[in-house]
């Protein structure tokens, strides 16, 4: 299936699926991120990563132990 | 010339030498505040009685009786932070924050709190509970978010030092934004404790926002709790990345950064370099998803269903759909800063910093922040995080410097450096300021050239 930023059934069923209530003017807010944003996240999912772990305990003051 | 119109530096020389007398610094700094800060909104809370006490109890520290502003994002022993919000989302309570602990150990006296963009989700500063802050260069134009209230007021002159705090870009967009040298330093080296999201984030550091390099080592020196030692910056190796974040800007900017560079090669008998890094711009959206899961801590449907009513549909909007972003998104954004921080480190083996424009536009109008950019027209937060996310996600340190003046509103050079040599991009930073014979440095925005005319 061909991915999608529509934001007209992702956003409602999204939010009520989770019991969050929205005003007419938060649901134009999120509209407006979901476009901006859901393309790029679509694309940073492809991103090739392979080899580059999630280390989420890694020492970011200090460059990789790698490196 | 009033001691008040001196360095951050000088400042503390002429007090320690006692040459300038702190008491009638800090009574001037609060009359300017009132003179100034009307225009601006840059000061939410003054409390003279507690900037008093912080005099009387300074001890003989590196900063003795300078006056400084504190961003909204830390708390104080008499006044909690409100994060520029109506609800903050997060218990928040007075107390000794770890930037309070610092200014006070260095003798610095707290003369009033900064405003921000509302919760830090703002590269415009034009949102806030206490409403937007304003541009010293152009009262009708963005100072720059989140780190708006700090930045505006070194800008005007009401104080020359001020310590602001960046998630992604929250001290480089407004020192670009108002003409400042704004330092984000190395993840974990300054103050954090007492902020609220201290125990859980890996993108926010405290930082300083001043005048010109010298003024924010010296308080970056306070924030480290270490002195940052001053080298020339001698055949300094300048890397130059062809991206996006370099192609994608006004050209007034982008000619003026060239420019900068060119200058600072010559002025450090250096060299520029071409730099390959790829993947620039989802780094910057890795950043932004890593922030915004770290700040879910504490919401909850209820939570979300329950907000104040005062906070602006725009936080309301974004704190829901937060909820939506996939998991997957979020733990891929952890995989790109594993990758970008193994391909930074590769990066500074062959260069010493890397340059590109803080933001890629001057600043916005306050009524409607977009820019104008060779891609077309974009919200300034789209643009401007591309630029910024890189140093927050890896932890690199970073700084904004200014360059020149397109539209009579300043422009901002970017340095980044590798982990830990904070002192090496303001070596860089002075550097540069010498090559432009501090002429950007030392440029007033007219609100403070007007009102030097008017209080002479």
């Known amino acids: 299936m061909e991915a999608s930023n529509r934001a007209d059934d992702f956003i409602p069923a999204g939010l009520a699926s989770l019991g969050i209530e929205a005003d007419e003017i938060e649901l134009a807010v999120i509209g407006a991120a979901h476009g901006m944003f859901w393309p790029a996240i679509l694309e940073l999912l492809e991103l090739d990563t392979e080899g580059a772990g999630p280390m989420l305990a890694a020492d970011l003051s200090r460059p990789p132990a790698s490196a | ?456």
Not at chain 2, 67 to 79: N, S, Y
Not at chain 2, 142 to 155: D, I, L, Q
Not at chain 2, 357 to 377: I, N, R
């Open chain 2, 1 to 456: 010339m009033s001691a008040l119109d001196l360095s951050l530096r000088a400042q503390a020389a002429a007090i320690a030498a006692g040459e300038a007398d702190a008491a009638e610094l800090l009574e001037e700094t609060l009359e300017r505040i009132g003179q100034r800060n009307p225009a601006l909104n840059a000061v939410v809370e003054t409390f003279p009685e507690r900037s008093g006490e912080m005099l009387a109890a300074a001890p003989d520290g590196p900063l003795r009786g300078v006056p400084v502003v504190i961003k909204d994002e830390w708390p104080l022993p008499w006044r909690a932070q409100r994060f520029g919000a109506a609800e903050m989302l997060a218990p928040s309570a007075p107390s000794e924050s770890g930037p309070y602990r610092a200014l006070r150990e260095a003798g610095a006296v707290i003369v009033g709190v900064g405003n921000m963009h509302e919760l830090g989700a703002g590269s415009t500063g034009n949102v806030s509970v206490y409403g937007p802050a304003a541009n010293p260069w152009d009262t009708e134009r963005c100072p720059g978010g989140s780190s708006s209230g700090p930045a505006a007021a070194v800008s005007a002159r009401m104080v020359a030092g001020a310590v602001g705090a960046d998630g992604i870009g929250s001290i480089r967009f407004p020192a670009a934004y108002c003409g400042l040298t704004g330092l984000k330093p190395t993840f974990g080296r300054a103050a954090m404790a007492g902020h609220h999201l201290a125990e859980v984030s890996t993108t926010i550091v405290s930082g300083p926002l001043c005048a010109d390099a010298a003024d924010a080592r010296l308080l970056a020196s306070a924030l480290f709790r270490e002195p940052l030692a001053a080298g020339e910056g001698r055949g300094l190796r300048i890397g130059i990345v062809r991206d996006t974040v370099t192609d994608d800007v006004a050209p007034a900017v982008r000619d003026a950064c060239e420019e900068a560079i060119r200058a600072l090669a010559e002025e450090t008998g250096g060299e520029l370099v071409e730099v390959e890094l790829a993947d620039v711009e989802p780094a910057a959206l890795a950043t932004v998803l890593i922030a915004n899961t770290e700040g879910l801590t504490g919401l909850s449907p209820q939570r979300l269903n329950d907000l104040d009513p005062e906070l602006s549909p725009l936080a309301r909007g974004l704190l829901k759909y937060r909820m939506l972003l996939p998991a997957a998104a979020s733990v891929k954004a952890y995989s790109v800063r594993t990758l970008m921080r193994r391909r930074v480190a590769a990066a500074f083996d062959g260069v010493d910093v890397i340059a590109w424009p803080t933001v890629p536009a001057v600043a916005p109008p306050l009524q409607a922040p977009l820019v104008e950019l060779p891609s077309g027209t974009l919200t300034a937060d789209a643009a401007n995080v591309r630029g910024a996310g890189l140093a927050n996600l890896t932890g690199i340190p970073s700084v904004s410097v200014p360059v020149g003046l397109s539209e009579g509103l300043p422009i901002g050079l970017q340095l980044q450096a590798a982990w830990g040599k904070d002192e090496l991009l303001l070596d860089a930073a002075e550097a540069l300021e010498r090559a432009n014979g501090r002429r950007w440095v030392d440029s007033l925005p007219p609100l403070a050239r007007a009102a030097e005319t008017t209080e002479a």
